[in-house]
């Protein structure tokens, strides 16, 4: 039952982050506020959730995880509920990006790993991934039409995002009474290694998740660069499509990404966990650089779609890897911290990217910048890391 229930809340939160990322920047823009303004309240938002979430998923073991999660949703209600975005980015969960975001996922994925055997993880985390990525591919379609819908009824654009924004907070509504019904058996279990001294949850392998961190911060920079809300609003006004077209494109291009995640599984049982990440992302963010080169919308969009159909081979390798290589109680650690250094990776960039989309000559330095480094971290991983095998490749 706890990982029936750990996949719905999975999917409800991610069809809201996908509902919502769509028009988070059309809603700002409506509010008056400039690009420029808009790329640093989506960076106060992932810099607050990092800061939150850091708080939350190093205490997870100690102070609950049911009880985490469930601070973690009434934050997301908490985030719709208040349509000041400037406050409640600080404070609140919000997606810019339509991915995970806040302390869900390094608690959820602790427990599944908890609930699941050894030679499972990689599967059940590629599915993990891919009902995610249905989840927000949905969600984009139904608020990119819906405020589209609402507005050929008349409705004021503002007025219409705000309905969106209210079904977000619904969302988190929804996924606090999910996670009341888990039961203890999501709960960390005592060990004889309960005194042993820590640093954020970590002891013997800090060293490694140190390591992985740094090169995941990197990576998350970098995807910082072009979140969802902000690749929305570059077609928006690169070929002036609206927003039920754009819930179309990421509809697609989400759908696409976690069919990625699925195939993952068959190629990292083939050439490993490291190679997959790395021999599957590197293609991707060519793909990535060259959507902005394309003449027209058709071919910008079909760039787009295929960089997406392998953008999210990484994501479950990468999660699979992190929970192999490190002692199997500081499983839980290594997950929020990794997920940290991510957040906090991410919520530096898109105020860079709001500059950039202010300036007509930077337009679209963000798709080159973010796929450049993107291939950097590949390198540097597979160097650092491919050695390391985790044990069903030894």
């Not at 960076?43 to 607050?48: N, S």
Request: glycine share 10%; proline share 4%; net charge positive.
């Amino acid at each position: 039952m706890n990982i029936k229930i750990l996949f719905s809340t999975r999917i409800i939160r991610l069809f809201c982050y996908g509902f919502l990322s769509v028009v988070l920047a059309l809603y700002l823009i409506e509010t008056g506020l400039t690009e420029g303004q808009i790329g640093f309240i989506f960076t106060l938002t992932l810099a607050g959730d990092a800061g939150i979430s850091l708080w939350l998923t190093t205490s997870a073991d100690r102070f609950g995880r049911k009880r985490t999660l469930i601070i973690g949703a009434l934050l997301m209600l908490m985030a719709g509920t208040v349509f000041i975005l400037m406050a409640a980015a600080i404070i609140g969960v919000i997606s810019p990006s339509g991915n995970e975001i806040g302390p869900f996922l390094s608690v959820e994925q602790a427990g599944l790993t908890q609930l699941i055997p050894n030679e499972k993880r990689t599967q059940v985390f590629a599915w993990y991934n891919l009902v995610g990525s249905f989840a927000t591919a949905t969600g984009a379609l139904a608020g990119g039409w819906l405020a589209q819908f609402l507005q050929s009824e008349g409705w004021p654009a503002l007025d219409a995002y705000k309905v969106v924004l209210s079904g977000y907070a619904f969302g988190g509504l929804v996924l606090t009474i999910l996670f009341l019904s888990l039961s203890p058996a999501v709960e960390v279990k005592e060990s004889a290694s309960a005194e042993i001294k820590r640093v954020l949850g970590l002891h013997r392998s800090k060293s490694v998740v140190m390591r992985l961190s740094a090169l995941f911060a990197l990576d998350a920079f970098a995807g910082g660069l072009i979140v969802q809300s902000m690749i929305a609003y570059w077609f928006h006004v690169k070929f002036g499509i609206e927003s039920g077209i754009l819930g179309s494109i990421f509809f697609g291009a989400n759908i696409l990404a976690g069919v990625s995640a699925l195939l993952a599984v068959r190629i990292a049982n083939k050439i490993g966990l490291i190679n997959t990440m790395v021999f599957t992302h590197i293609p991707s963010n060519i793909l990535l650089m060259l959507v902005p080169m394309m003449p027209n919308l058709p071919l910008a969009i079909g760039f787009l779609l295929l960089r997406f159909s392998i953008s999210q081979m990484d994501v479950p390798t990468r999660q699979s890897y992190t929970a192999a290589v490190v002692a199997p109680d500081e499983r839980s650690a290594a997950s929020g911290v990794t997920a940290i250094a991510r957040s906090v990776g991410a919520s530096i960039s898109p105020a860079l990217t709001g500059i950039f989309l202010a300036n007509p000559a930077l337009f679209s330095l963000p798709f080159f910048l973010s796929g450049g480094l993107k291939i950097v971290y590949d390198l540097l991983l597979y160097r650092s890391f491919v050695a390391m095998k985790p044990p069903e490749e030894k």
